[in-house]
């Protein structure tokens, strides 16, 4: 099997490609990497320039964000979520550090490549903006029971 039809292959198990025709999967896997990350590796830092996406193919990864406490865990992923694309998106600096919970198997789709990819599928753009959309309501669900549990916590600073 040649290296291009088995990236085809990974890249037809991630959902948000499954249904895609078979000449779009070969451009997608033409232009991507394929990269392996052992557990505990960190894929992107937090602050760094976002020069691509991440779409883990196996595997899970750890998103976390700095704080005043130490890095605070926001969401795990998992096969077919994408990784990396806010700081494309956004053209900022990466807004969380994104580390292998396990060993990882993703495909490294580059920022060209990957704004090309949105621009004509807007099925991987809608599958994009969803997943987005449910990192933000559990961030935000996140927050709230942290509110809540910081304003029933004796205050010890007596």
């Known amino acids: 099997m040649t290296l291009l039809k088995s990236e085809m292959d990974l890249l037809r ?14 451009l ?5 990497d394929s ?24 595997g899970k990864a750890d998103v ?13 992923l998992g096969p077919g979520d994408v990784v990396g694309e806010i700081a494309i998106l956004c053209d900022t600096p990466r807004t969380a550090t994104v580390t292998a919970k396990s060993d990882v198997s993703a495909l490294r789709v580059r920022k060209e ?10 099925e991987i753009a809608a599958e994009v903006m969803r997943g987005l959309a449910e990192r933000l309501t559990h961030m935000n669900q996140e927050l709230v029971a942290a509110r809540n549990r ?5 205050d010890t600073a007596d």
């Open 13 to 26: 198990s991630v959902p948000i490609f499954a249904g895609m025709e078979p000449s779009r999967l070969k």
């Open 28 to 32: 997608i896997a033409f232009t991507s």
């Open 35 to 58: 990269i392996a990350y052992r557990q505990g590796q960190v894929m992107c830092r937090q602050g760094e320039r976002g020069d691509s996406a991440y779409v883990i193919v196996a």
């Open 64 to 76: 976390s964000i700095e704080t005043e406490d130490g890095d605070f865990v926001v969401a795990t």
């Open 113 to 122: 490549c990957f704004l090309q990819l949105l621009r004509q599928f807007p």
């Open 150 to 154: 910081a304003a029933i916590a004796p």
